[in-house]
C-alpha cells in the first residue's frame, strides 16, 4: 500500500535524533548513542553468528555480523530449509530491535497506579523479594491454591520451559497463550479431522487455493517464499473481501463477503459429490461417514447457485473453480495461519480439510503432508503433586478449546464477571501484550487491575508492561541461546539459536530468570505447602523435610542447574550425535545428511532434501472423519454446515469491521521498530472508494469509527481495494505507553472497538464479528 | 575486474520491503526519506472493486542503472564521478560540491541529496560494505524472499547473470537515452 499524503519526512525530526552514524567507518550503520561505535574496517574482527530470527512467531535462520561487540547486519541462512535463504523486513530490522532505545533495561517497581508508568529502578533480588512476599501472601490467603497464579506467554520459543516452571514447578493449572486469539480453530478442526496438524507442501501443489490467508503480507516461512518464488505449472487462486498483494499477485482473485468462505466450500463439495469429481478410491479408503456427510451436503442443496447468494462469486465461477480444483494433479486448498474470523471457523476449516481429503491431497506431495519430523526427546523434570491445586476453569463451556493455551477471552469474561470458581490473584506475563492484542481493551484493563501481583517479563515497555507491579527485562533474541528446536515434517531439521551478542544491560535469559526467581521462591512457598498441603505432610513425616524437599521436586530451579548451553550439548550429542552439535553451534542447522544433500540450484534458491528423500507420503495409518460425535452431542453441528445467522448482513450505514496487518508489522511487538516504521508509519482505515465519495472521505481525512464497546480516530484511506460494506485496518498499532517513542499514540488500536465475541469450540475470539459506522471529524 | 550488473524477475516481487531495510541496514542510510539507493515502483489496480482490472498491477524495483555511458559522469563539472573497475559508477566524496547537475542528468532519478555526508548520493551495489569486504553479493539480493534480483558479473560468461540473460527475454529502462544500464527485466 503506498499512500501518498502521509510525509516519510517528518520522521526526520524524530528518526534521525535516534541515529548517530559511525563518521570512520564506510560501512555506516544506523546505532544508537549509547553504543561505542564500531571503528575497524578490517574484517578480521567480523564474527558471523548463525541465530534464529523472533521478529514474528514463524522462526527464520539468520546470520548476524558482529563488529567489535555490535550486531551491524543480519544475512540470511542458507542451510534452513524452512525458511529458504531469505530474511524478511522485519528479520532485517531486528537490529534496531536489539539497540532499540526505549528497551526496559533494569527491573523495574511499580510506584505509582497501575497504567500510570510510574516505576523505581530495583535491583534483581529486590525485584525477586517483592515477588517472593507478594506471593507467600497470596498462597496463605488461597491456602496453597496454586491455581490461583496465573501464567501466560505469547513467545514460541522457550514457552514450554515457561510451563514447566509456572504449571509443572510452581503447578498451577491455568496457563494462557495465543493460541485462543489466533489460529487454535485450525489446528483443532485438522488435527480432529485427519489426527495430525499436518504441514501444507505449498511447493508440491500445482493449484492453490486460499481464503482469505495473506501470505504476501503476513509472511510465513515457507509456504510465503514458495508461492512468491512462483513454482512452475502452479496457479493461485485466492478469495478476499479485500484485494491484498496476495490478491493482486495471483492468477485469479474472487472478491467475496467477509465470512461466508464455508458457503463456498460446501458448494464446492456439493459440486465434487454431485458430478462425482472426487478422488474415489482415497475416499472409500480414508474417509469415515462418508455417506452421511454426502447426503448432508446433497440434502442441504448446497449449490452454486445457493453459494452465490451467500458469498456474491458468481455460480459459473465457482462451478469452474472446483473443477479445476480437482482437475488439477495435486490440489491444495490451503488453511491458512491466521487469526479466527468469523463464528464458523471451525467448521470452514473443517470443511477445507475435507475438501483437500476429497481431491485426495493428504500425506502426498502438494496437500496436507502428515511427513516425518526429527523427535526431540524432552528434557525430563520432577514437579511436585499440589493438593489443594483446584482445575483450570477457562475452558468450561468449551466443547474442545486448548487443554495447553486455553481461552483467552472466556478466562478473562469470567475473571472481570467475578464468575472464576476462586479467586484468580497474581498473574507472570511473557511477551504477551494483553492489553493490545485481544479484543475490548478495557475488559483486560479491568482484569489486570484485579491482580495483586503483576509481574511482566517483557524486552520493551508495552502498555501491558506498565500494568505490572514488577517488570523484568528479558535479553531479546539476539542476547541469548535457546534450547534446540525441531522444524518441519516434510524437510524436517533441527535449527539452535546462537547468542549474537552478550545481553544488554541487566537484561537476562528467561532461563536466567526463572532460575533467579526458583531460588529465591522454592522454600518459601515449599513451606506454605507444609502448612496446607496434607500429603506434602504424610511425605515428611514419613521420609523427613530434606528428603520430602527432593523427591517432591519442590526445588523450583532444578532445570536451571546447568545452563542452556550445556543442555544443548548434552541433548543433541546423546540424541545426534557430536558432529550435529558441532554444526548447530557453527551453523545454526543440522539434520541428517545434510552436507550430501544440500545444494544451491540457482541464484540463492537451495535444495535441502532431493525429492525422493522428501517425506511427502508416509507409512502411517490415518482417517479423515467426516461426523464429529462430540459436537451434536453439544448442540453443534457435527458435520460443516451453512447456519442463518453466518449470513453477510450488515446495517445501512455500517460496515464489517475486518483486521490483519501490514507486511513490515508483526503486530504490537514491531510498531516501536525505528527502521520497519519507515514503510508503516501509522496505519489507515481503508474503505471503498466509492462509499467514501460518498460520504465526501478523502484521503488522510481524520474519521471516527465507532463499534458497540468503543470508538477510536483514525486517518482514511479510500480504495477500489475493499468490499463496499466493509472497512479495514491494520493491528497492532497506538500504543497507550509513552515509554514506546515511536507508536505511543499514533494510528489506532482494532481492539479498542473490536467487540469480545469468541466461538464455543475452542473459546478463540472472532475478530470478524464486529460492525462499526465511520464519520468524518 | 568485473562488470556488474543486476537483473530482475521483477513479476516475482510481492513489495514486502526486504531489500529495502537490508540497504538502509547495510549501507547505512538516513531514515526518514523515500528512494534512497532502491525503491519499488508501485502500480494499483483500476476498475470498481467487484471487478478489478488487475492487469497494471506491477511492482517494479529500480534503483541506480549503473550505466555503461552514464550522463552524471558527463555532467559533473568537478569529476567527481568515476567508473570503477568493476564497472560500477563511482564518486570521489571529496571532489563532491553539490553542484546537483548529477541529478538532473540522471534519467532514472536515482541520485539523491546525502545530507549526513553532503554529497549526491545513490546505489553503488554495496561497493563500500560488501564488494569491499570481498563478497560478491548485494543485500538487497541475497536477503530476498522470492529471489527477484540475480547481481553479477557480465564479463563472466558462467555468471548466473549471463545464464538468465541468455534464456530469458528482458528490457531495460528507456533504451533511447543510449545511457547503456546494466539493470536487466525479465519478462
Known amino acids: 500500500m503506498e499512500i501518498i499524503e502521509t510525509s516519510r519526512r517528518r520522521f526526520l525530526k524524530s528518526g534521525v535524533a535516534l541515529c548517530v552514524y559511525a563518521s570512520n567507518l564506510d560501512a555506516l550503520t544506523c546505532l544508537p548513542t549509547y553504543l561505542t561505535q564500531p571503528t575497524s574496517k578490517s574484517t578480521n574482527n567480523i564474527k558471523e553468528v548463525p541465530f534464529l530470527c523472533n521478529m514474528c512467531r514463524n522462526k527464520c535462520a539468520g546470520i548476524g555480523r558482529v563488529e567489535q561487540n555490535i550486531l551491524t547486519k543480519i544475512d540470511p541462512n542458507p542451510l534452513f530449509p524452512k525458511s529458504r535463504n531469505m530474511i524478511c523486513p522485519k528479520g532485517n530490522s531486528g537490529i534496531q530491535a536489539l539497540y532499540d532505545i526505549d528497551r526496559l533495561k533494569y527491573p523495574l517497581k511499580r510506584v505509582g497506579v497501575r497504567g500510570d508508568g510510574k516505576y523505581q529502578r530495583v535491583t534483581w533480588d529486590e525485584a525477586f523479594e517483592y515477588i517472593k512476599d507478594k506471593l507467600v501472601d497470596i498462597l496463605k490467603k488461597e491456602k496453597d491454591n496454586r491455581s490461583t497464579i496465573v501464567s501466560c506467554n505469547g513467545e514460541g520459543f522457550n514457552k514450554d520451559e515457561y510451563i514447566k516452571f509456572f504449571n509443572g514447578k510452581i503447578g498451577s493449572s491455568n496457563f494462557l497463550d495465543e493460541g485462543s486469539i489466533c489460529l487454535n480453530t485450525k489446528l483443532g478442526a485438522t488435527i480432529l479431522t485427519i489426527g495430525d496438524i499436518g504441514e501444507m507442501d505449498i511447493e508440491g501443489s500445482d493449484f492453490v487455493l486460499i481464503a482469505g490467508a495473506n501470505r504476501f503480507e503476513s509472511l510465513i516461512t515457507p509456504d510465503s517464499v514458495d508461492l512468491a518464488r512462483k513454482q512452475k505449472e502452479q496457479k493461485l487462486v485466492v478469495l478476499d473481501p479485500r484485494a491484498t498483494v496476495t490478491a493482486l499477485k495471483a492468477d485469479e482473485y474472487l472478491p467475496i463477503n467477509p465470512g461466508t468462505d464455508l458457503a463456498l466450500c460446501l458448494a464446492m463439495t456439493y459440486i465434487a459429490i454431485e458430478n462425482e469429481l472426487y478422488d474415489k478410491s482415497f475416499v472409500k479408503k480414508y474417509f469415515k ?140 506475563i511473557r511477551k504477551h501484550n494483553l492489553m493490545q492484542n485481544m479484543p475490548n481493551v478495557s475488559k483486560t484493563k479491568k482484569m489486570l487491575e484485579m491482580m495483586d501481583l503483576v509481574v511482566v517479563l517483557d524486552t520493551m515497555p508495552t502498555d501491558t508492561a506498565i500494568m505490572a507491579d514488577i517488570i523484568l527485562p528479558e535479553c531479546t533474541y539476539l542476547e541469548r541461546e535457546d534450547m534446540v528446536v525441531s522444524f518441519g515434517k516434510l524437510e524436517p531439521s533441527l535449527a539452535l539459536r546462537n547468542r549474537v551478542i552478550e545481553p544488554m544491560f541487566e537484561s537476562k535469559s528467561m532461563q536466567d530468570i526463572l532460575k533467579g526467581l526458583g531460588e529465591k521462591l522454592s522454600k518459601p512457598l515449599f513451606d506454605i505447602s507444609k502448612e496446607f498441603d496434607e500429603d506434602l505432610q504424610d511425605n515428611i513425616k514419613e521420609l523427613g523435610e530434606k528428603q520430602a524437599f527432593v523427591d517432591g521436586g519442590y526445588d523450583l530451579a532444578e532445570l536451571y542447574q546447568k545452563d542452556v548451553t550445556q543442555r544443548n550439548r548434552e541433548l543433541i550429542e546423546k540424541n545426534f550425535g557430536k558432529e550435529a552439535y558441532i554444526m548447530l553451534k557453527k551453523d545454526g542447522v543440522w539434520y541428517p545428511n545434510i552436507k550430501k544433500y544440500h545444494r544451491e540450484i540457482f541464484n540463492g534458491n537451495f535444495e535441502y532434501y532431493p525429492k525422493d528423500k522428501r517425506y511427502y507420503t508416509i507409512d502411517k495409518k490415518f482417517s479423515v472423519n467426516c461426523y464429529l460425535k462430540k459436537l451434536a452431542k453439544n448442540g453443534e453441528d457435527a458435520m460443516p454446515t451453512w447456519r442463518d445467522k453466518y449470513d453477510f448482513k450488515v446495517k445501512d450505514g455500517h460496515f464489517r469491521m475486518i483486521t490483519g496487518r501490514y507486511v513490515t508489522e508483526t503486530q504490537s511487538a514491531t510498531t516501536n521498530n525505528i527502521m520497519l516504521r519507515e514503510f508503516s508509519d501509522t496505519n489507515h482505515i481503508w474503505i471503498n472508494n466509492q462509499v467514501a465519495k460518498k460520504l465526501n472521505i478523502e484521503v488522510g481525512d481524520m474519521v471516527e469509527v465507532e463499534s458497540s464497546i468503543g470508538k477510536i480516530r483514525i486517518k482514511a484511506y479510500p480504495t477500489n481495494k475493499i468490499h463496499p460494506q466493509a472497512v479495514w485496518f491494520a493491528h497492532g498499532f497506538n500504543s497507550k505507553s509513552f515509554y514506546m517513542s515511536n507508536s505511543y499514540n499514533n494510528g489506532a488500536n482494532d481492539n479498542e472497538i473490536i467487540e469480545d465475541k469468541f466461538e464455543k469450540i475452542y473459546g478463540c475470539a472472532t475478530m470478524h464479528q464486529t460492525d462499526v459506522t465511520i464519520r468524518k471529524v | 575486474m568485473a562488470r556488474y550488473a543486476m537483473a530482475f524477475d521483477y513479476k516475482l516481487c510481492i513489495n514486502c520491503k526486504a531489500c529495502e531495510v537490508a540497504c538502509k541496514e547495510e549501507n547505512g542510510i538516513l531514515l526518514g526519506a523515500d528512494k534512497h539507493r532502491l525503491w519499488i515502483n508501485v502500480k494499483e489496480p483500476s476498475g470498481n472493486f467487484w471487478d478489478l482490472d488487475r492487469d497494471d498491477v506491477e511492482y517494479m524495483p529500480t534503483q541506480c542503472n549503473q550505466c555503461e555511458n552514464p550522463p552524471c559522469l558527463e555532467a559533473c563539472p568537478t569529476k567527481a564521478i568515476y567508473i570503477d573497475d568493476n564497472g560500477i559508477v563511482r564518486l570521489y566524496k571529496e571532489l563532491c560540491d553539490l553542484t546537483q547537475l548529477c541529478i538532473k542528468a540522471c534519467p532514472y532519478d536515482a541520485r539523491y541529496i546525502n545530507s549526513k555526508d553532503k554529497i549526491v548520493d545513490k546505489c553503488n551495489f554495496c561497493s563500500d560494505t560488501r564488494l569491499n569486504r570481498g563478497l560478491i553479493t548485494t543485500a538487497c539480493q541475497i536477503t530476498c524472499p522470492s529471489k527477484v534480483r540475480i547481481f553479477g558479473d557480465l564479463d563472466n560468461p558462467n555468471s548466473e547473470i549471463n545464464q538468465i540473460l541468455k534464456e530469458r527475454n528482458y528490457f531495460q529502462l528507456q533504451p533511447n537515452k543510449e545511457t547503456k544500464p546494466k539493470l536487466f527485466y525479465l519478462i
Do not use: C
Request: hydrophobic fraction near 35%; proline fraction near 5%.
Open chain 1, 289 to 428: 461417514d462418508f455417506d452421511k456427510y454426502k447426503k448432508h451436503i446433497l440434502d442441504n442443496k448446497y449449490t452454486s447457485k445457493w453459494a452465490e447468494t451467500k458469498t456474491h462469486i458468481p455460480a459459473q465461477k465457482i462451478e469452474k473453480l472446483t473443477k479445476e480444483f480437482f482437475q488439477a494433479k495435486r490440489p491444495l486448498f490451503y488453511l491458512g495461519r491466521r487469526s479466527v474470523w468469523s463464528n464458523n471457523d471451525f467448521q470452514l476449516r473443517r470443511a477445507m480439510v475435507l475438501l483437500n481429503g476429497l481431491a485426495g491431497s493428504i500425506n502426498r506431495q502438494g496437500g496436507i503432508i502428515l511427513g516425518k519430523p526429527i523427535k526431540l526427546p524432552e528434557e525430563e523434570i520432577n514437579s511436585p503433586l499440589y493438593a489443594n491445586t483446584k482445575e483450570r476453569f477457562d475452558l468450561d463451556g468449551i466443547i474442545y478449546g486448548s487443554k495447553k493455551g486455553g481461552s483467552w477471552l472466556n478466562f478473562r469474561e469470567k475473571i472481570v464477571s467475578n464468575k472464576a470458581p476462586y479467586p484468580v490473584r497474581a498473574m507472570f
